[in-house]
């Protein structure tokens, strides 16, 4: 019976693999910034998902990879990793991560409406009624959490807002893309090619912003290393390859409404694990996520 639903059993191991990777890289980015994390991050990725290549299929990069995925893996990997990670992390510095995250809960909406227009997917009403509540219900709970004492506000800064909606837009269309171009090549093979050129892609910014020199002094920042490492393994390398799986099983909308469960899920880390204090709209709005999930396996 799991075995039909093997798409959205992957966008729920994805989401409990990127609120790791949430954890890792908040502590990592505030000591040696975003720019330094997304290279670094990405490089041991590549390590990574070579180590595996190798063990699988003994080659460093698999197989089978022809000139349709190449090229449309590549694209997906500026897209989503370049522009997307880029434009995200740069509205954490003009609006509150908070407010960056509810405006990331449009990815799912987004990627229906690019699914529904390049490749043709179609919903179930059940399918709309859960992707609804598990977005409505995410957005409950981020609305609702403190900001320092600020709690929420309606002004912010007209360009970190557009910097979140950059973000929310590289991630639904670099899945689009994935898509297309993975069709049935390996997942973990289809993150490597994405993940070189969204390598390539910073590397080709950090040299325009000439920050080579801040990239090298993280390696002599351990605590900073230490959390880029663990983020690298749970985020670009099992976390990014299980959303590709759950792309290719399931309904690109599904599979991003689940994704985006993130911001739901590590609730439970920060009260057990951080002590922080819940308020009840956030108990809500995780509640009605998970109701809303569950209507996708119906």
């Known amino acids: 019976m799991l075995s039909q639903y093997k798409g959205e059993i992957f966008a729920l191991l994805t989401a409990l693999c990127w609120t790791v990777t949430a954890l890792s890289f908040e502590s990592a980015t505030k000591k040696v910034g975003s720019l ?46 370049v522009f997307g990670d880029y434009f995200l992390f740069k509205s954490y510095t003009l609006i509150s991560s908070r407010i960056s995250m509810l405006i990331m809960t449009l990815v799912p909406p987004i990627t229906t409406i690019f699914g529904f227009i390049f490749l043709h ?21 981020v609305l609702n959490r403190k ?3 600020n709690g929420f506000r309606f002004k912010h800064p007209l360009r970190g807002l557009l910097y979140a909606f950059g973000g929310a837009l590289g991630q639904a269309f670099g899945l689009i893309l994935s898509k297309y171009g993975m069709k049935d090549y390996n997942a973990f093979a289809a ?14 910014l950090i040299s325009l912003l000439k920050k080579w020199n801040n990239v090298f002094q993280a390696f002599s920042n351990p605590p900073a290393m230490k959390g880029i490492s663990l983020g690298s393994v749970f985020g670009p390398f099992l976390g990014v390859s299980l959303s590709l799986l ?44 998970v109701i809303g999930a569950a209507l996708l396996f119906i």
């Open 191 to 204: 993150t490597q090619i994405r993940t070189i050129t969204g390598l390539a892609g910073f590397a080709i």
């Open 147 to 149: 900001n320092d004492n």
């Open 246 to 289: 759950a792309i290719q099983h399931t309904n690109t909308g599904i599979a991003s409404t689940l994704m985006a469960l993130v911001p739901v899920i590590i609730i439970v880390p920060l009260v057990f694990i951080y002590k922080q204090s819940v308020r009840w709209p956030e108990i809500i709005g995780a509640v009605v996520s």
């Open 36 to 81: 330094v994390v997304n290279i670094i991050r990405l490089a041991l990725a590549c390590i990574f998902l070579s180590i595996f290549n190798l063990f699988v299929s003994g080659s460093i990069i698999q197989p089978g990879a022809g000139n349709h995925q190449w090229l449309w893996l590549s694209l997906s990997g500026l897209v989503g990793f």
């Open 121 to 141: 997917e179609r919903m179930r009403l059940t399918d709309v009624l859960g992707m609804l509540m598990v977005v409505s219900g995410i957005a409950t709970t």
